[in-house]
């Protein structure tokens, strides 16, 4: 199916809450327009492009829920779907955080689709990975990478008269290049919502220029050390603490890093350092997000931490009005920005003495999620400074670290920038500077290029 406007949606939703039978109904519609290309060992591979739409149906009978998803939507085919969902509701177990279904919502304007994006071509995107493979083979080394782009439109309706329709658009591009001696690695790459704020180029440089300097790495010992982290890297440690750490209802029943620092959160004192702050903002020019969640719940502009001290927690309707005590609905961030700083990677190198400097980290693991310490590995270039120059590039570490320390250790702050993450890649809605931190636990080495 071609990309859905607001009236299609509305006149298929309109349809399926028609044959709809039972007390409350949500349906959900997800088109999605897509492209890819993909090369590795300085070839092309593959090109492919997709066209989905799946129709999904939840039917509530009180307590009891079933759902059901369709990627047919002729008038059988919609009514099969929610026949399913009921027959499937009938005999479902009670589900006693069954929260009414919401009446209609007022919601921000969306800005996250470009249409230029929905237009990218094949052509365009081998025209990427012909110039990095060219680039590449120049610099005597191997490159593997990915194009993707998509259009989406997101949609929710119910039986009580909501309706919620945005559209959104991304591209995104991710490289890898490697020394044919296997010793230097480097990686580049990023997204965006609209062509204007993507520029490939860099990302291609980046990536080959860091396989040149990370070739022939030295062992250092483990050990703390004075660290630079990319904002690729400070976007991935804040990433992971936010997942179940920022959760009211983990909060509230012990689960969550920030319940053994109840009374410091209750009270308003820093948690972070007073640098810090954190929040959501559904219309970021640069870094825009959705604005509804999944139920049609409006996603608003809200901070989370504020110059080190928390603000709010993720809080879904259940839990606001079951939980330990009342709070509003608050759903889980969208988009995550950080207010950054004016200090650049120069001047951070130049003001340490002996440290080093991580492009990249990889193989993120929760080591203890009540401490919110972590795991994980370097890649894709690792150096040292001394004296205020980078002087060598060094082996990988393993390293066990906790973002809260890191996010207290702040000697330095860069400018924030869209970033995608060892995790995430399109559809990452992250803008995060690079820091400066001291005192950053690297464990153990590691044989990983």
Not at 17 to 38: C, D, E, F
Not at 127 to 137: L, M, N, T
Not at 375 to 391: S, V, Y
Not at 431 to 445: E, G, N, R, Y
């Amino acid at each position: 199916m071609s990309f859905l406007s607001e009236s299609e949606a509305r006149q298929i939703t309109e349809k399926v809450l028609s044959y709809a039978k039972a007390p409350a109904t949500v349906v959900t519609l997800n088109p999605v327009r897509a492209g890819n290309t993909r090369f590795s060992r300085n070839e092309a591979q593959t090109s492919g492009a997709t066209e989905t739409m799946n129709v999904g149906v939840q039917s509530i009978y009180g307590l009891k829920k079933g759902a059901s998803t369709t990627d047919q939507y002729d008038d059988r085919s919609l009514l099969e779907c929610v026949q399913r969902a009921e027959e499937l509701a009938r005999f479902a177990p009670d589900d006693k955080e069954t929260m009414p279904v919401l009446g209609p919502q007022k919601y921000l304007m969306g800005n996250a689709y470009s249409p230029d994006v929905e237009a990218i071509t094949p052509e365009w995107r081998a025209k990427i990975a012909a110039d990095a493979i060219e680039k590449s083979r120049a610099k005597g080394l191997v490159a593997a990478g990915f194009v993707e782009h998509q259009a989406t439109a997101n949609v929710v309706a119910n039986s009580k008269g909501l309706f919620a329709y945005e559209k959104e658009s991304g591209v995104a591009y991710s490289l890898t290049a490697r020394s044919t001696d296997e010793t230097g690695s480097g990686w580049g790459g990023g997204t965006a919502n609209r062509l204007a704020d993507f520029d490939a180029g860099s990302m291609t440089a980046r990536a080959l220029d860091l396989a040149v300097r990370s070739q022939k790495p030295v062992a250092l010992e483990p050990g703390n050390y004075t660290t630079i982290l990319s904002p690729e890297c400070v976007a991935d440690l804040t990433l992971t603490m936010f997942f179940g750490g920022f959760n009211a209802r983990n909060y509230d029943e012990g689960r969550s890093f920030l319940s053994q620092l109840s009374k410091q959160v209750e009270g308003g004192e820093k948690i972070f350092g007073e640098k810090v702050t954190i929040y959501t903002d559904p219309q970021h020019p640069e870094n825009p997000s959705n604005v509804f969640d999944g139920e049609g719940f409006p996603i608003k502009k809200t901070e989370w931490i504020t110059e080190g001290v928390v603000k709010t927690m993720a809080c879904n309707r259940y839990w606001a009005e079951n939980g330990k005590k009342k709070r509003e609905p608050q759903p889980f961030p969208a988009n995550g920005i950080m207010v950054g700083g004016k200090t650049s990677i120069d001047e951070m190198v130049a003001s340490t003495k002996r440290g080093l400097i991580v492009a990249r980290l990889w193989y993120i693991r929760p080591l203890d999620p009540q401490t919110c310490l972590f795991t994980g590995l370097t890649r894709d270039g690792l150096f040292l400074i001394e004296n205020g120059k980078i002087t060598k590039p060094v082996k990988n570490f393993r390293w066990n670290e906790t973002p809260v320390k890191m996010l207290r250790n702040i000697e330095a702050m860069g400018p924030s920038r869209r970033v995608i993450t060892s995790e995430q890649d399109l559809g990452s809605n992250l803008f995060f500077p690079a820091l400066k931190v001291t005192d950053f636990t690297f464990a153990s080495l590691s044989d990983a290029v």
